[in-house]
């Protein structure tokens, strides 16, 4: 993708919006669509405002992980061939939050809801002062996840991280980083694609995750038969099979669900709900949960007779010294079927079996200071949060606006069943 320098002049800008135009017809070029599970080189990836991925190819387009292509100026005027492209990450600034930008050799063109604004294009260094033109590849990077909102420039060998804030550039060079034809942050993590490869990389230190990486794409990000994840024949469990083995949600709004082996995070809709091992995330629990609760910036798991403690953020890290023993850490014996604590609260509320056990987690040490025969003789999981208490029992859940509507004398309550907009599961 990286493209020679050809100095800026006349002939260079009527080469420039010439090569904007669609690309010509199949019929009078025969020009033939591409078939990304062919395994191609895309020239950019990035999300739209919806979350919807976009794959760049020659002139044409891919919506999402599945689906036929299209050519990019049946959904982006003025430009055909991009060379790089991402999604403005920018709370609190309505001109250019969740906007696409698209680059084409010294050019830079920015859509909302794929209509170009006004003012646009623009050469790359009146917009993003330091930048060089012709990139190869370009990634959005949240504060949080870097030291301020940010963007990462990819050009051979050379990263620019450009803060949004400052308009500044600070150029790296990351030797376990290979050079980029295309780059994506997807659920949190950061990609980079070299064919039809693909890298872990982390965004501040360039470190590439160990594992087995490069990976096919053509196994995760799109659907293509025969290639695992993305195995055009795959189909979502119903929701009437879904059980839950543990549910939490963080202090920074981070909800996830554990079942077996794998987890899913709930409140990315805008990335869709997709199921990991735990171990992508925990690698220190294996095998799956017996229940997660969250408190003050740090994530509790249960398992067996051992707890994990991992700090919350952009990335969990276990605390260390553990595991430790469950009657160590919270005062009881396993197993547990159970547990959760709402926000602000200091008590972690441990059930086994139709018992419910309250453990002072301010206290040390920690010790049951109550005790709850529960209506319900058995508990999968349980979540509390800003909007009250859930249940879940196989495939129902119950609500309750208290811990203290949960004992076996109160009020009966009613099952619901979960649905496909909670969970990434369908309809019988």
């Not at 669509?33 to 062919?38: E, F, G, K, Q």
């Not at 709930?266 to 869709?272: A, E, I, M, P, V």
């Not at 595991?323 to 709402?342: H, I, M, N, R, S």
Request: proline letters at 7%; charged letters at 20%; aromatic letters at 12%.
């Amino acid at each position: 993708m990286t493209q020679l320098f050809l100095p800026l002049c006349v002939a260079c800008l009527a080469l420039v919006f010439t090569s904007a135009a669609p690309p010509p017809t199949t019929q009078t070029a025969e020009v033939a669509i591409p078939d990304r599970c062919d395994g191609i080189e895309f020239d950019a990836i990035t999300p739209d405002e919806q979350g919807k991925h976009l794959f760049f190819k020659d002139g044409f387009l891919w919506k999402g992980f599945r689906g036929p292509a299209q050519r990019v100026a049946e959904s982006f005027s003025d430009i055909g061939r991009v060379d790089a492209a991402f999604r403005m990450h920018r709370e609190g600034s309505t001109e250019d939050h969740d906007h696409v930008y698209l680059f084409q050799d010294e050019m830079v063109f920015r859509y909302f809801n794929q209509t170009l604004q006004e003012g646009f294009p623009k050469k790359v260094e009146q917009e993003f002062p330091g930048v060089p033109c012709h990139l190869d590849a370009a990634v959005e990077c949240p504060k949080g996840e870097c030291s301020a909102d940010s963007v990462l420039f990819f050009k051979g060998s050379e990263v620019y991280h450009y803060d949004v804030a400052t308009r500044t550039v600070k150029k790296k060079v990351w030797p376990q980083v290979p050079p980029c034809t295309s780059a994506i942050r997807w659920m949190e993590h950061y990609y980079c694609f070299q064919g039809h490869n693909f890298t872990r990389f982390h965004p501040v230190t360039g470190v590439v995750v160990v594992g087995a990486y490069p990976k096919d794409a053509r196994a995760y990000f799109m659907g293509c038969p025969n290639y695992g994840h993305g195995s055009g024949d795959h189909k979502l469990p119903l929701c009437s099979e879904v059980k839950l083995d543990a549910i939490t949600s963080d202090d920074a709004g981070k909800t996830y669900f554990f079942t077996g082996p794998s987890y899913m995070r709930l409140d990315t809709s805008r990335d869709g709900k997709h199921a990991f091992p735990v171990t992508r995330m925990w690698p220190e629990v294996a095998g799956g949960v017996d229940a997660v609760f969250s408190y003050q910036d740090k994530m509790y798991f249960i398992k067996g007779d051992q707890v994990f403690i991992y700090l919350s953020g952009a990335h969990y890290s276990l605390i260390e010294g553990y595991p430790k023993t469950l009657q160590e850490e919270l005062g009881v014996q396993g197993p547990v079927d159970a547990a959760f604590a709402c926000p602000g609260d200091h008590t972690a509320h441990i059930i086994q079996g139709d018992q419910m056990k309250d453990v002072d987690l301010s206290a040390t040490p920690r010790t049951v200071t109550k005790a709850t025969t529960l209506r319900h003789a058995k508990v999968d999981s349980a979540l509390c949060g800003p909007d009250g208490l859930k249940l879940f029992v196989g495939s129902s859940y119950y609500e309750y606006t208290a811990t203290s509507e949960l004992g076996a004398g109160q009020v009966e309550r009613m099952p619901s069943p979960i649905t496909p907009s909670m969970m990434a599961c369908r309809r019988d």
